[in-house]
Every structure is written in structure tokens, then in C-alpha cells.
């Protein structure tokens, strides 16, 4: 019981970072209708703002991560306006916009090498080294700083966007785009809102990995493929999909590597994304859509 209760606590944690950057790509792909795998490289891009600004010592840890999360979420939205919305603006197939994303995420990650590194990095130490350990459950204090901060994001976007005029403009664009521009509703400027949403918490997801492991360029890379199989697990386009598929991939990920092989550990994610492809397309939590031909 013991060994279980900590496999179930490992898989709280790591899922909180699945359902953080796979509501990024959810909220992205519920205005845009395509999937941004630029994405991952914004949770990179987060995590070395927040890892070179302690490392220069000029600003705590809080600081850090606040201006991370700004800069990241100002990032997210750049990409929005300087790659995306000329092809959308020029009518572009949403391939292309597809194309473009992939584009962005090796530019940021060769652009890191180039000018900063391709080693391996580890966070200053910010945090107090000695776990909590309760009944032999173990609770590292980056796993507790890690459910804590993005129960405490989650919440904050679930409020945003049901309770507050901006967030409901979101989920009126979400719907339909044409019919909320006809309504008054400033389009471009709602998806700008959005992808900075996007990018404050994979920036967040981001930090919080680099702390919990290490940080390089690739950092977002397999963190945010398995991100993408959480959204579509749980429903692109569905926000509590999203947070559904991000701990489901979590848990069964560590109870694997757990009970069964950690060699399968990273296989898990996809196995999973394929049988629900085959048998629920529209995800868990999604809903199934007709298109007119």
C-alpha cells in the first residue's frame, strides 16, 4: 500500500505538468483549430528565463518565476503575431500554420544552443532539500511546489474563463469565430489573450521540470509530445479534457514504470493515445463534431 500511495503521489506531480502545457495546446487549438506544437518550445524558452535571471542573481526565486511566466507569455503571443496570423490573414491551409509551428520549435531550440548552451543545467537550490516524509511516503519539495502551483494556475483559468468578460469572449471565439466578430467581439485580440494564457502556463510547467530534473534545449520536446496525448486523450478543445488526460498519462505512466518496466515508461503515453483514437476519436471529454463537405 505504501509503494502505491507513492507511485500515485509521483504520478500527481508529473501529470501536473502534462495537464499544464496540454491545456496550452487545447486553449490554442480551440480558437485556431490546429494544433501549435510551438507550444513545447515556450515551456523550454520559461524555463532558461527563470534558471539565467537566479543564476545572475539579480532577483529571488518568486521574481524569477513571475517574470518568466510575463516574458513567456509575451513570447507565446509574438509567435502568434509575427508567424501565424500573416498565413491566416492570406487564407493559408492550417497545414501550413502546422508546418510553421514545428518551424518555430527547432528555431528556439538551435537558436539556445547557438547563443547560450547545449549543456545540461541545474537550478540554484531555492527550495529545502529535505522531503516530508509521512508514513513512508516520501513528498519531495519541488513535487509539492509543483501540485501546488498549478492547482493554484488551474483554478485561476478556470475562473478567468468562465467569470470574467475576456475569458468568455475566449470561449465565444472558441465556438465560432465569425459569429463572435459579428457580436463585437475584437477576434485577434482574444487570440493574442489566449496564446498568452498558453504560454504563462507551459512557462510555469516549464520551470517546474527544469527544477524537478534539469534544463536543456530539448526540455520541452518529450514533455510536450506527451502533452499533446493528454489533450487529445482528454478532448482537444476541452479544457477539463485537458486536465483529465495530463493526470490520467501521469498515473499510469508512474504505476507503470512502477509495477510493470520503467523501459515502457515513456511508450505509455502514445499506447494510451492510440486506443482511444480507435475506439472515442473525440477524446474522453470531447465532443464529436459533423463538417459539410
Do not use: C
Not at 15 to 29: E, K, M, P, R
Not at 222 to 232: Q, T
Amino acid at each position: 500500500m505504501r509503494e502505491l500511495l507513492q507511485q500515485l503521489w509521483n504520478g500527481l506531480a508529473i501529470g501536473s505538468v502534462y495537464a499544464l502545457v496540454a491545456v496550452g495546446y487545447t486553449l490554442v487549438f480551440g480558437v485556431l483549430k490546429f494544433i501549435n506544437f510551438a507550444h513545447s518550445s515556450i515551456l523550454t524558452f520559461g524555463a532558461y528565463v527563470a534558471l539565467y535571471t537566479m543564476l545572475s542573481k539579480v532577483a529571488p526565486f518568486p521574481v524569477a518565476l513571475g517574470l518568466s511566466m510575463v516574458l513567456s507569455g509575451v513570447f507565446a503571443m509574438q509567435t502568434e503575431l509575427r508567424a501565424f496570423r500573416p498565413l491566416r490573414e492570406k487564407g493559408a491551409p492550417r497545414l501550413n500554420l502546422l508546418i510553421t509551428s514545428i518551424g518555430v520549435t527547432l528555431l528556439v531550440e538551435n537558436a539556445i544552443v547557438v547563443f547560450v548552451s547545449p549543456d545540461f543545467h541545474v537550478f540554484p537550490k531555492v527550495l529545502p532539500g529535505t522531503p516530508i516524509n509521512l508514513s513512508g511516503v516520501v513528498f519531495p519539495p519541488v513535487d509539492l511546489l509543483l501540485v501546488a502551483g498549478s492547482s493554484i494556475l488551474m483554478l485561476a483559468l478556470s475562473y478567468f474563463v468562465n467569470r470574467t468578460l475576456t475569458g468568455l469572449s475566449i470561449k465565444a471565439v472558441a465556438l465560432d469565430r465569425d459569429a463572435a466578430a459579428l457580436m463585437g467581439i475584437n477576434v485577434g485580440r482574444t487570440i493574442s489573450i489566449t496564446f498568452f494564457i498558453a504560454g504563462l502556463m507551459a512557462s510555469m510547467a516549464g520551470i517546474l521540470v527544469g527544477m524537478k530534473f534539469s534544463v536543456n534545449p530539448s526540455l520541452g520536446g518529450l514533455f510536450g509530445l506527451k502533452s499533446f496525448a493528454a489533450s487529445v486523450v482528454g478532448g482537444i478543445g476541452s479544457v477539463p479534457g485537458a486536465y483529465l488526460g495530463g493526470y490520467l498519462i501521469g498515473f499510469l505512466e508512474t504505476l507503470g514504470a512502477g509495477y510493470v518496466s520503467s523501459n515502457y515508461k515513456d511508450a505509455i503515453a502514445f499506447v494510451l493515445l492510440v486506443l482511444v483514437l480507435l475506439f472515442k476519436p473525440s477524446g474522453l471529454l470531447g465532443k464529436g463534431t459533423q463538417e459539410k463537405v
